[in-house]
Each structure stands twice: as C-alpha cells, then as structure tokens.
Nanobody, 117 residues
C-alpha cells in the first residue's frame, strides 16, 4: 500500500517558521519527483515547491526566498522549510509523489498550516 503522511503543520504567527515533513512508503522513493502543493479556502490548488530525483528544485514565485524543499532518500522523506510566514500562506499543504516518466502519482491527505496573529 502506497502511503504519504504529512506532518508538521499547525498555527504560527506571521514572520514565524514551520517545517513540514512527508514520509513515504510503498514506493521506490528515490525514483520519484516529490512536491508540495497547497490549497487555501476558495482557491485552486497550487504547486508550492518540487524537487526532482536529481535534487534540483523549483518554487512558485510567492514563496521564493522564504521556502526550501529538500529530500532525504535514506529516510524516504521530503521536507518543506517555511520561513517568514505570511497570512496568505494559510492553506492545507499536500505532499505529492510523481513518477517522472509518466502520469502516475500519489497524494497525502494534507496538513493544515495557519498563519495568524
């Protein structure tokens, strides 16, 4: 059974930091591109950050310079370090694993991030 489990979400004040983790099982982790998506109330789901099997990363413009995605293949885990958080970062954050040579992908159930004073 494929399983992606996000953790690390919660309530944080503006300007604060949070680190999300996504632990994967049931896949050959090192063969998958990993990504973080988010969906805020009333908005479409958007890609936040992704990291390839080769370790290169990309980010949506709104988080560049504030968020960092990384992966630890030995632990089958991908991380999203979020700094200088803003209220507009409030969303449910989802972990995604994608087979890079096709459309096969898997999703976690999400973790809530709330940025509020």
């Amino acid at each position: 059974q494929v399983q992606l489990v996000e953790s690390g979400g919660g309530l944080v004040q503006p300007g604060g930091s949070l680190r999300l983790s996504c632990a994967a099982s049931g896949i050959i982790f090192s063969a998958y591109q990993m990504g973080w998506y988010r969906q805020a109330p009333g908005k479409q789901r958007e890609l936040v950050a992704a990291i390839t099997i080769g370790g290169s990363s990309n980010y949506t413009d709104s988080v560049k310079g504030r968020f960092t995605v990384s992966r630890d293949n030995a632990k089958n885990t991908v991380y999203l370090q979020m700094n200088s958080l803003k209220p507009e970062d409030t969303a449910v954050y989802y972990c995604n694993a994608r087979w890079p040579w096709g459309s096969l992908e898997h999703w976690g159930q999400g973790t809530q991030v709330t940025v509020s004073s």
